[in-house]
């Protein structure tokens, strides 16, 4: 048994000792923080045997699971599923610690469901088997629909529902793909799937299906509505781990799957992805700009943000895929920290509408500090870590469409207001109500929850370097997968044109 | 002296039974039908059970002497053992008739499971390669992967219902002397169902399994819903078979062959009068399609599913439809794929119909037994998605989809009945308000066998629709599967919705707690630990399925 399963692994069980004691609380507490902990160390482990230079899918690891149909429980990481695996491991725990007191309802239960969660995300990034792929992805579903549905707010069944039928639609839609592809291979194995020749109209209807399953899931304007429901309704550390790690199962898909599977059809269809992702970009800057209720107002601009990510993965260019896998790590960083500080602030004064604040800087001058601190970084000040993201992602997408990269900029700009407005309205300002002058600093337990989510944001945004080594030859691989395959459509195409004549 | 005595009776009964009687392709049958009528006559003999008793174990001495002696060792001790221990027992507990009747039935039904396997392992598969197939009795059984997997679907649907009904029908004081026997006839006719080869046998199969089904259903005397059950489906279940038999002479017409290979051999032939054997096979298709309630042949099922008494009605929309498709299988696989131009667009439109309807009708249903009769539609229509892919992997999908489907069926249902017990009535939506929080495990069975029937992965229903759209895609049928996965979805909202009331609501105190009953607990629990035993790791099934598509054709 590898590093990766051994990864995959340590949460299952540790949901499964979670259902199987009957003990207190603080014991599931410990119980799950601890399996949380094991499972980050066995991904620095990974991260350790990973080879920076190898581009190629590494560390892979083959069991039988299902013969029968040619199923294989294989795993592998390449640079960027490395990256959101530790990315998922380093918020998992965090997360747990942030609603140590504020659930109490179900304890077990949703402990278990954020354990069970983190493996089927981990699954989703290490699989190298289409059906192994598919399980994860939509086994993913269920924990976080008991999240939003349990332990959500008033409107959580609504929210949770749709978030459910909006994801199962897309994800149904990709199962008919897969199994097209599996009907020409016989197996499910990604590198059989990717030596594939397709048709040009055949790559057209199974890169849709694919792309409809990930857009859903990033989420693309317009297939967004579920987002803004379910963020606003989960419970923080629902939100927390939605926004920082389930909403980059769409983006890496894409770039895993739909675009070196489907060369000529990603090619044929990247004007207009870019097209759709400024629309995006400024729909989604432009609503957060009219939200009322904060943590809305933040998940509005996660669509932003993300149509930054789905921007740069269709530039297809080195430097902004590149930066669009960084821009992931960065989004469920900031995001996340930003969710974590309004779960925190929700959890003393019990409403998020921003007019309810006022002048609180005065009186929370920590939690003042580090929400300005997260939302520079999450509208990309230089020397934060948004910056060395959201940069090359505009600059690639100038270099290749000048409309694109000039429309997603107003994005940046407008990103700027939609973050720092609210910061004003809210920490800014006269001190003027009982209720704000009554408002408590955060504990040292949130501050320590906090401060390796800044750490990092720093870190990144003064050195990216490392993270980009390990990200940008897997990328180029993908890259070079997609001109080869158009390359070789065009010489099959060529032939045949002669073989006409 | 005991030698003397066999060598004068062996040649009695091979003068008896004709000498071309593959025993082996019929055993798993024997037992369940052997134990109804031992129970049937200890019913009617009242509290002289010794009359009967006595008989009984000395037919079943005899019967277990000859086996030996026919070098069948341990099937003819265990005949021996059994055929005294129900005797013995019938007399030394006279109060506890209604236990040893399940007891009995279950013990009928676990020894035709170990015979389906003892079978699969001597006759079906003798070599690891995979399967074969057997004829038997002249060709009016077919003993291959059909006949398997319906076997075990239908065997096993039967022995979880046992003890999940028990307290169920004790509590109502329906636990009638009949309902064991009654319920392994049915289970016997369904086998048989699965074997049939040629039209009469399978026209019989049929009405064996229907008529006592229509009496189980009638279960609850006192239970008006439970009469008008039993009558509709008498009704209508009688109309649906004069048309099926109707569809059946026309085929003899045009071909002048009863047995299955014989018309697909003919059908396709010049001389074969096309229109009648069209007609034939249009009526056939509405018989059957009463039977397996495909829309718009459904109206029946959401009716008689309320009514009868909930066991019955799990057992019914389990293995009723297992059985049901077998027929459908080998009617349009073996017997009319010269027709397929004609019969696989009607199938796909039927399977569209059904899929969407059972899944749009279901969202509007308050009561929790008609939500799973409109599921139990909508499932159907899956299941013949396999059906018209009129291949390898149609076939074998679709008997892995039946036996998915009917393990989550008996889990959500055996469910209901824990519910319907707190209440004695029947069980709206309403009625699970809470019941995660009252009772958990019970609310985690229920959505688990949800999840299943919605097609989530990490269930056993996720893999059966997998091969099922697999197989759908194969045959060109890609516009069927993405209807499918439009009313999967749908379907999925109301799995939801149900799931959403026991976990996301609060209890309304007033309600009390579920009854649940160790043998329901056994139940429901086997049933959740194949379900997520077969959605994680079905290899060691799969590898069975994958073979099954060895016919007799």
Redesign the interface.
């Given at each position: 048994m590898g590093i990766i399963t051994i990864t995959l692994a340590i949460p299952v069980l540790g949901a499964l000792l979670l259902g199987l004691h009957d003990g207190d609380d603080r014991t599931s507490k410990i119980i799950a923080l601890v399996a949380s902990l094991a499972t980050f160390v066995a991904s620095i482990v990974l991260l350790v045997q990973f080879q920076v230079s190898d581009a190629n899918l590494q560390l892979a690891e083959r069991l039988?699971?299902?013969?029968?149909?040619g199923a294989e429980f294989s795993l592998a990481v390449d640079g960027v599923s490395l990256v959101l695996i530790l990315l998922t491991t380093f918020l998992t725990p965090l997360i747990l610690v942030a609603s140590w007191h504020s659930i109490t309802d179900?304890l077990r239960g949703y402990l278990a469901a954020f354990l069970l969660l983190e493996t089927a995300v981990i699954g989703v990034f290490a699989a190298t088997d289409l059906?192994l792929f598919?399980?994860?992805f939509?086994?993913s579903?269920?924990p976080m629909?008991?999240i939003i549905?349990?332990w959500g707010g008033a409107g959580?069944?609504y929210a949770?529902?749709k978030f459910?039928?909006y994801t199962?639609?897309g994800g149904?839609?990709m199962?008919?793909a897969i199994?097209?592809l599996?009907?020409q291979t016989g197996t499910f194995a990604y590198s059989d799937v990717l030596a594939l020749s397709l048709s040009a109209t055949e790559q057209r209807w199974l890169f849709l299906a694919f792309l409809v399953a990930f857009a859903v899931k990033v989420p693309v304007f317009p297939l967004h509505t579920w987002l803004p429901d379910a963020h606003t309704e989960a419970p923080t550390g629902g939100s927390v781990f939605l926004a920082g790690v389930l909403l980059k199962m769409g983006t890496f898909g894409l770039l895993r799957y739909a675009l070196p599977f489907f060369p000529d059809a990603t090619t044929e269809f990247a004007p207009w992805l870019l097209g759709i992702s400024v629309v995006g970009i400024l729909y989604g800057a432009i609503v957060a700009l009219m939200q009322g209720d904060i943590k809305r107002l933040i998940a509005y601009s996660s669509v932003s943000h993300m149509g930054f990510v789905v921007l740069g993965t269709f530039a297809l260019t080195t430097t902004a895929t590149s930066a669009s896998v960084v821009q992931m790590v960065n989004h469920g960083l900031s995001t996340g920290a930003l969710f974590l500080l309004i779960g925190f602030l929700y959890e003393r004064r019990h409403t998020r509408q921003i007019a309810a604040f006022g002048g609180l800087a005065k009186q929370v001058p920590v939690m003042a500090g580090l929400w300005l601190t997260v939302s520079l970084s999450s509208l990309a000040l230089p020397g934060l870590n948004g910056f060395v993201g959201e940069f090359p992602i505009l600059l690639g997408t100038f270099q290749i469409n000048r409309t694109a990269g000039v429309l997603a900029t107003f994005g940046a700009v407008l990103a700027a207001l939609y973050l720092l407005w609210p910061y004003q309205r809210m920490f800014h300002g006269p001190l003027d109500t009982a209720d704000n002058a009554n408002t408590s600093d955060l504990k040292p337990r949130e501050i320590g929850v906090l401060v390796p989510l800044v750490v990092l944001i720093v870190a990144i945004g003064l050195y990216p370097k490392p993270l980009y080594d390990i990200v940008e030859p897997s990328v180029d691989r993908v890259l070079t997968e997609v001109a080869e395959g158009v390359d070789a459509a065009g010489d099959v195409l060529g032939t045949a044109e002669e073989d006409g004549s | 002296m005991s030698t003397s005595l066999l060598s004068a009776v062996t040649p009695l009964l091979a003068q008896i039974a004709p000498v071309s009687v593959e025993w082996s392709a019929v055993a798993p049958e024997l037992l369940p039908t052997a134990m109804a009528l031992v129970l049937l006559l200890v019913a009617i003999a009242r509290g002289r059970e010794l009359i009967v008793a006595v008989p009984a174990a000395l037919i079943a001495a005899a019967v277990g002497i000859w086996l030996i002696s026919m070098a069948v060792v341990v099937p003819g001790a265990v005949v021996i053992a059994v055929g005294f221990a129900l005797p013995a027992s019938a007399v030394a507990f006279p109060r506890r008739q209604s236990l040893i009747r399940a007891f009995s039935a279950a013990a009928a039904l676990v020894g035709a499971l170990v015979l389906t396997g003892w079978q699969y392992a001597t006759v079906l598969a003798p070599t690891a390669g995979g399967m074969t197939s057997q004829e038997a009795l002249q060709g009016a059984l077919a003993n291959d992967g059909i006949a398997f997997f319906t076997r075990v679907t239908v065997y096993l649907s039967a022995l979880l219902i046992l003890p999940i009904g028990y307290g169920y029908l004790q509590e109502r004081r329906i636990n009638r002397a009949e309902v064991e026997p009654l319920l392994l006839l049915t289970v016997v006719g369904m086998a048989a169902l699965g074997t049939a080869n040629d039209l009469i046998t399978m026209f019989v199969a049929l009405e064996v399994l229907s008529i006592a089904l229509y009496v189980l259903s009638g279960l609850a005397r006192r239970d008006r819903r439970s009469q008008e059950a039993s009558l509709k489906y008498f009704v209508l279940g009688a109309v649906s078979s004069a048309i099926l038999l109707y569809g059946m002479a026309l085929v003899y017409v045009a071909t002048g062959s009863l047995d299955l290979a014989g018309i697909g051999s003919s059908i396709g032939l010049v001389t074969t009068p096309r229109v009648v054997a069209a007609l034939g096979l249009a009526l056939v298709t509405v018989g059957i399609g009463f039977k397996i309630s495909l829309a718009p042949f459904h109206f029946w099922t959401p009716d008689v599913y309320q009514g009868a008494p909930t066991n019955i009605t799990a057992f019914m929309a389990a293995a009723t439809k297992a059985a049901g498709f077998a027929a459908v299988l080998r009617l349009y696989m073996v017997a009319f794929p010269a027709l397929e131009s004609l019969w696989v667009p009607i199938l796909a439109g039927l399977a569209a119909i059904t899929m969407l309807y059972g899944a749009i009708v279901a969202l509007v249903q308050g009561d929790l037994k008609r939500i799973l009769a409109y599921s139990a539609i909508t499932h159907a229509g899956y299941a013949i998605i396999g059906v018209t892919a009129n291949s390898d992997a149609g076939l074998t999908s679709t008997l892995w989809y039946l036996l998915t489907y009917a393990i989550g069926t008996i889990g959500a249902f055996g469910c209901v009945i824990a519910l319907e017990r707190r209440r004695r009535g029947e069980v709206t939506l309403k009625e699970l308000r809470g019941l995660?929080?009252t009772s958990p495990l019970l609310a985690g069975i229920l959505a688990l066998s949800l999840?299943s029937l919605a097609g989530?992965?990490?269930t056993a229903g996720?893999?059966g629709k997998?091969?099922v759209?697999?197989a759908g895609?194969?045959a060109g049928l890609?516009w069927l599967?993405?209807i499918g996965?439009?009313s999967?979805?749908i379907a999925?909202?109301f799995y939801?919705?149900i799931a959403?009331t026991m976990?996301?609501e609060e209890p309304d105190p007033e309600r009390g707690l579920p009854v649940v009953s160790t043998g329901l607990s056994l139940g429901v629990s086997v049933a959740a630990t194949l379900i997520i035993y077969l959605g994680v790791?079905?290899?060691p099934f799969?590898?069975i399925?994958?073979t099954a598509a060895a016919l007799v054709r």
């Open positions: 039988t699971w299902i013969p029968a149909i179900r059906l598919y399980f994860f939509e086994f579903l269920v629909y008991l549905g349990i959580r069944k949770a529902v459910f039928l199962l639609l149904l839609l199962l008919i199994l097209y599996y009907g | 995660g929080r999840l989530i992965p990490a996720f893999i997998l091969l759209f697999q895609i194969a890609t599967v993405i996965v439009l999967s979805v999925a909202f939801l919705r959403a976990f996301l790791y079905p290899q799969l590898q399925v994958e």
